[in-house]
C-alpha cells in the first residue's frame, strides 16, 4: 500500500489542525494504521494508532489529538487540536498489515507516507 500525507501547515499556538493520509494500491481495512512525527533534531516519535478495533495513543498527544479512519474511502486522518510550538515537525503515517508487532514501534511499520509538515508559532 502506498501513503500520501497532506494537510500540515503554519498554524498558531491553541489552533486545530486535520492531516488526512490517503491509500492506494490495496484496501487499508486489514492494515494498522499509525501517525508518527520527527521534530528537527529528535528521533521519529510515535502518536497515535488504530490496531484492529484498538485506537492507541502516546501521552504527550491522547488528549489532545484523534485518530479516525475511513476504510472505505481508504483514508486515514489526525485530528490536532491545541496545538503548541514544541508540536513541529514533518508528520507521518504510517502502516502494516501483520498483527502481533510492538505498535508504538516505528520499526513494525512497512509503508510509509512522504510526510507532511506542521509548524506551530507562538
Known sequence: VQLQASGGGLVQAGDSLR????????NISSYSMGWFRRAPGK?????????????????SVKDRFTISRDNAKNMVYLQMGSLKPEDTAV????????????????????????????TVSS
Do not use: H, P
Not at 19 to 26: I, P
Not at 97 to 114: I, P
Open 91 to 118: 508528520y507521518y503515517c504510517a502502516a502494516y498489515e501483520n498483527g502481533g508487532r510492538r505498535w508504538s514501534s516505528e520499526r513494525s511499520y512497512d509503508n510509509w507516507g512522504q510526510g507532511t509538515q506542521v
Open 19 to 26: 492531516l488526512s493520509c490517503a491509500a492506494s494500491g490495496r
Open 43 to 59: 528521533e521519529r516519535e510515535f502518536l497515535a494508532v488504530w490496531v484492529g478495533a484498538n485506537i492507541y495513543y502516546s501521552d
